[in-house]
């Protein structure tokens, strides 16, 4: 029997399904709907027709599970490489469903071998991967709600903006609620701020008649009364919703945590410097447990964005920033390259030499993560947690302070 190759383009309610011969001629075409008959139709037709390997832009999701649970071995390809093929196949550079699933089998077919197949991975991996990013997104639209609601603050009382730090900690919006107007805090004196911030449990380092000085300090506005009224009932409200997205996130926070500390990747992640639970969390998630879905550390470095795109031709050789990459992972990576150079002084020195070449901080959080990333690959691989006298690196910088 000839082998055959199935290409899939993904949408969101109608798939395009396309499969093709050894030769590229196309044995079959259909459009799958996005629900449980139409996926259960999917497969059939596809072992039906003997394909065994499909081709697929998008990497996870249902249907991509789907698929996998069926036993089919799903090869993702990147967009831009498709991108980049379209015009092998047409010049005129249209583009249509069917055409892009014709593309992904023929690009299965003749460079097949360039791409790894997608490894399944644990239960594990895939629950701690959707409370991470979960946990993300929340964090995102904690950001968003944070600033929609200083922004009001700003608009008609700023002092209720200023008095505490973080706008979004619990006793700021504590405050917002009982005092959404300045008006409602017209008889807020001393002695009432004193028994607010006990009840609330107030660390902070102010006194209340300081918190007092910087609420009246903040400058003003007169408003009609009907919009002091709307606009305290807005911040309100969006002091609600904050507070409970914050102790949604908490909980979320301490689950990651929980589950994290019990992990043998995890454990072995948390050992480099300043790592920390959640910063180890987000890397594992984006890591995963398959240590053959990376050949070396060179390609993790790629696929983490922390390493850069060389571009040389004739005399002309150009280092740009890498944007096609895993940005979750580059963010979680940089953040504990950030946080390393706290506490590490091999990871302080390399900060400081890419930051006296003249790089921005930015840059040169990149260039230490991608020197992490060599150490991180190797614990990783050995499955051995980060020890200062088995880094070399570090061992040096040591001992020529030291001497």
């Known amino acids: 029997m000839s082998a055959v190759f199935a290409g899939l383009d993904w949408a969101s309610q109608t798939h395009a399904v396309c499969v093709i011969d050894e030769h590229g001629a196309i044995r079959m075409q259909l459009d799958a709907t996005h629900d449980a008959p139409g996926l259960r139709e999917l497969v059939h037709r596809l072992r039906d027709a003997g394909a065994r390997r499909i081709a697929i832009e998008r990497p996870s999701g249902l249907l991509v599970d789907t698929l996998l649970e069926a036993g089919l071995e799903v090869v993702p390809i990147h967009p831009n490489a498709v991108k980049a093929s379209r015009p092998r196949y047409r010049s005129h550079g249209g583009k249509s469903d069917a055409s892009d699933a014709y593309l992904l089998a023929d690009l299965l077919r003749t460079d097949g071998h360039r791409f790894k197949p997608l490894v399944p991975q644990s239960d594990a991996i895939r629950a701690l991967r959707a409370l991470v990013r979960g946990r993300?997104?929340?964090?995102?639209?904690?950001?968003?709600?944070?600033?929609?609601?200083?922004?009001?603050?700003?608009?008609?009382?700023?002092?209720?903006?200023?008095?505490?730090?973080?706008?979004?900690?619990?006793?700021?919006?504590?405050?917002i609620k009982r005092y959404p107007t300045p008006g409602?805090?017209?008889?807020?004196?001393?002695?009432?701020?004193?028994?607010?911030?006990?009840?609330?449990?107030?660390?902070?380092?102010?006194?209340?008649?300081?918190?007092l000085q910087r609420l009246h300090q903040a400058?003003?506005?007169?408003?009609?009364?009907?919009?002091?009224?709307?606009?305290?009932?807005?911040?309100?409200?969006?002091?609600?919703?904050?507070?409970?997205?914050?102790?949604?996130?908490?909980?979320?926070?301490?689950r990651i945590e929980h589950d994290i500390a019990h992990s043998d990747d995890g454990r072995i992640l948390m050992s480099f410097p300043r790592a920390g639970r959640i910063c180890a969390a987000q890397i594992l998630a984006e890591l995963g447990s398959q240590r053959e879905r990376f050949d070396s550390d060179e390609h993790l470095a790629a696929e983490a964005g922390v390493a850069p795109v060389t571009y040389a031709s004739g005399k002309?050789?150009?280092?740009?920033?890498?944007?096609?990459?895993n940005h979750r992972l580059r963010v979680a990576l940089t953040c504990m390259a950030d946080n390393s150079r706290h506490a590490s002084a091999w990871a302080a020195d390399i900060y400081a030499r890419a930051k006296g070449r003249g790089c921005d901080h930015p840059h040169a959080v990149r260039i230490l993560a991608r020197a992490w990333l060599r150490i991180i690959w190797r614990a990783w691989t050995d499955h051995k947690p980060y020890a200062l006298a088995s880094h070399r690196g570090a061992q040096l910088l040591l001992a020529t302070a030291g001497g």
């Open 316 to 325: 002309h050789k150009a280092v740009v920033f890498r944007w096609a990459c």
């Open 219 to 254: 400058p003003t506005i007169e408003l009609g009364k009907l919009e002091m009224q709307a606009k305290g009932e807005l911040a309100s409200s969006l002091a609600r919703t904050l507070s409970m997205l914050v102790e949604q996130i908490r909980l979320l926070s301490s």
């Open 136 to 175: 993300d997104d929340l964090v995102a639209t904690r950001v968003q709600l944070a600033n929609q609601l200083r922004s009001l603050l700003q608009s008609y009382w700023a002092g209720a903006a200023e008095i505490f730090a973080d706008i979004d900690s619990p006793i700021a919006l504590a405050f």
């Open 184 to 211: 409602c805090a017209s008889r807020l004196g001393p002695k009432r701020m004193a028994g607010f911030c006990a009840r609330h449990a107030y660390c902070g380092r102010r006194s209340a008649q300081e918190l």
